[in-house]
């Protein structure tokens, strides 16, 4: 066996005839760079467009995922139902809605009168009322919606609301007056 047209190579391989070798190209084909552009690669690899796709981007398989068995039928519902996530961004609370209540008691002699009630922990002094010309002693609140007890104190003793819906006995053996208050 002869030298090759390739400097490189020491001899022909054995299944290579004379006149293959002649039909042989003369240069080696060009190196292939893999950080090469798509395009640049195929085109100096003389691959087609398909197929250098295919060679370019191989992805490992996605990793299996095994089939849920169905539940129980005396699974309880809670196990089953999704859990309540919170959202990502915070949402503010909304700010519990009130009611703007306006309390009213005619007592013209009086010199003082005071609300008292559940809405103010009974205080005696917490909620002072302002009398008016005609004697109408009065006071707006801000309640959120339910029900309230409440009494006046006119100039030092206690009297529920004359005016009042509905009254209920108190454990002291006295009236309390309610207020519903609705949204």
Not at 125 to 152: I, N, S, V
Request: with cysteine.
């Amino acid at each position: 066996m002869g030298r090759s047209q390739y400097s490189n190579c020491e001899s022909e391989p054995d299944n290579m005839s004379k006149e293959s070798s002649a039909d042989a190209p003369v240069n080696p084909p060009a190196a292939v760079n893999p950080l090469a552009k798509p395009a640049q690669n195929s085109q100096q690899a003389g691959l087609s467009e398909s197929a250098a796709a295919e060679t370019q981007a191989v992805k490992p398989p996605a990793e299996p995922t095994l089939a849920k068995q169905p539940p129980h039928l005396m699974t309880p519902l809670a196990a089953l139902w999704p859990t309540a996530t919170t959202p990502k961004t915070a949402v503010k609370p909304a700010a519990p809605q009130t009611v703007k209540v306006t309390f009213v008691l005619l007592e013209p002699g009086a010199k003082q009168v005071f609300l008292c009630g559940e809405f103010n922990g009974w205080a005696s002094d917490a909620t002072p009322m302002k009398r008016d010309d005609a004697g109408h002693w009065e006071t707006t609140l801000a309640l959120a919606p339910g029900r309230y007890e409440y009494k006046f104190i006119v100039d030092g003793n206690w009297k529920h609301d004359p005016l009042a819906h509905v009254n209920v006995w108190n454990r002291n053996g006295t009236l309390n007056s309610v207020a519903q208050v609705r949204p």
